[in-house]
């Protein structure tokens, strides 16, 4: 837990500086880098290495407040600490909760080095049949271990066997989600297909797998290299200065102008198709959710190239909720676009060719079909999943008609 002093910041394994309570006012809060600290261990872009204290401004700084764990997740933490903190605040949390992030920081009490991450079985929960609930357990281990946020029910854990012995820094490989089957009937599914329809459009998303009962997704985490190593990630509301509360606050336009900013030169022209293709498949399978914590960038250290992180969270909003609308504003508007109005997208925000416009457009349609057919020979092997693939069949097969062939 949190001394008065505050928490050491580490980016990967080199301790940055110290998070710390203002003695003077109130809910602020300061970080203050090591004097040693060189400019790569940066903890954000947008803090680069200084002498002088950053102020929080009467909250946590964006960059720490970013994995803070939301929903279900947050709910179980404050049940678990309810005796020993009543009244957990964001620094107690980051303390529960910050050796083990999305991302390359790690917050860890005066003396103290990141520890390790228990390791699972990821079969065993692919393949679990029993009738008690496997994601009750896996919260009940994994969420002091789990900095990541979204309302939906998630934890970070480590994969045993051969994923174990490539991590570097024995940290979580994994992200697992669960669902309000009440609410969010096939929600596992839906993402599962929405990320295979990425994949088939060649936007690189993250492995996914889904368990045989449809209850638990488990996503590789997209924020490692090959090694193991934890790679820095800002979302957009990081780098636009922004609370997590504000995640439904700006455009698309404006993920364009960041991109143009912080990604670097070299990665650009890659970056501002790959943003055009991410919006586009959202509007061609009604995403409704893909708001500013979705979109992220990813780097080794702040001096080091800066590129945009690949798909993640995507799913199809509009079969819980009908009449829903784009997350963020595209052309002033937050109706799901017309191919016109993706054109103009294309053009004009990211700098595309009409002809290059063209391509990426049919590579989505050519994805989102292809994650069609995968999705109907699942139904046919999994009757009872039947029902759910229609809607979302229907609702691709509307959104293509409107936004990606006009």
């Not at 790569?40 to 909250?59: E, F, K, N, R, T």
């Not at 609410?183 to 088939?200: I, K, S, T, V």
């Not at 190239?305 to 799913?315: E, F, G, N, Q, S």
Request: include cysteine; glycine fraction near 8%.
């Amino acid at each position: 837990m949190a001394s008065r002093r505050g928490l050491n910041v580490f980016a990967g394994t080199t301790r940055a500086g110290l998070l710390s309570r203002s003695d003077l006012v109130e809910a602020e809060y300061l970080f203050a880098y090591r004097a040693e600290c060189p400019p790569a261990s940066a903890i954000s872009l947008s803090m680069p290495v200084i002498a002088d204290q950053y102020d929080s401004m009467g909250a946590l700084h964006p960059i720490f407040e970013m994995n803070l764990p939301e929903g279900a997740l947050l709910e179980r933490l404050r049940l678990s600490f309810a005796k020993a903190v009543p009244d957990l605040d964001d620094l107690q949390l980051l303390a529960i909760v910050g050796q083990s992030q999305i991302g390359r920081l790690r917050y860890v009490a005066e003396g103290e080095m990141p520890g390790e991450v228990p390791a699972q079985n990821l079969e065993a929960i692919l393949t679990f049949d029993g009738a008690e609930d496997l994601f009750e357990d896996l919260m009940e281990r994994y969420a002091i271990h789990s900095g990541v946020s979204g309302v939906q029910p998630k934890v970070l854990l480590r994969g045993a066997g051969s994923e174990l012995e490539r991590v570097t820094e024995r940290g979580a490989t994994h992200i697992v989600k669960s669902f309000d089957s009440r609410r969010y009937p096939e929600l596992a599914a839906n993402e599962y297909f929405c990320l295979q329809a990425a994949g088939h459009a060649g936007m690189a998303p993250s492995r996914a797998r889904l368990a045989e009962n449809r209850r638990i997704l488990i996503v590789d985490r997209f924020d490692m290299t090959a090694d193991g190593r934890y790679l820095g990630c800002e979302d957009f509301c990081v780098l636009n200065a922004l609370r997590a509360h504000g995640r439904y606050s700006g455009s698309y336009e404006l993920i364009a102008k960041r991109v143009g900013q912080f990604v670097s030169g070299s990665q650009q022209a890659q970056a501002f198709e790959q943003l055009f293709a991410l919006v586009a498949l959202s509007c061609a399978v009604e995403n409704g959710d893909a708001h500013l914590k979705n979109f992220a960038v990813l780097y080794e250290d702040a001096e080091n190239t800066v590129r945009l992180a690949p798909a993640y969270d995507v799913i199809t909003t509009t079969v819980y909720q009908a009449r829903d609308v784009l997350a963020l504003t595209l052309a002033n508007g937050k109706q799901f676009p017309s191919r016109a109005a993706l054109t103009a997208f294309g053009r004009s925000a990211c700098g595309l060719g009409a002809a290059r416009v063209k391509q990426v457009l049919e590579r989505v349609e050519q994805g989102v079909r292809a994650a069609q057919r995968d999705m109907r020979r699942y139904a046919k092997e999994h009757l009872d999943f039947a029902p759910a693939a229609e809607r979302l069949s229907a609702a691709w097969e509307r959104a293509l008609g409107r936004s990606i062939r006009g």
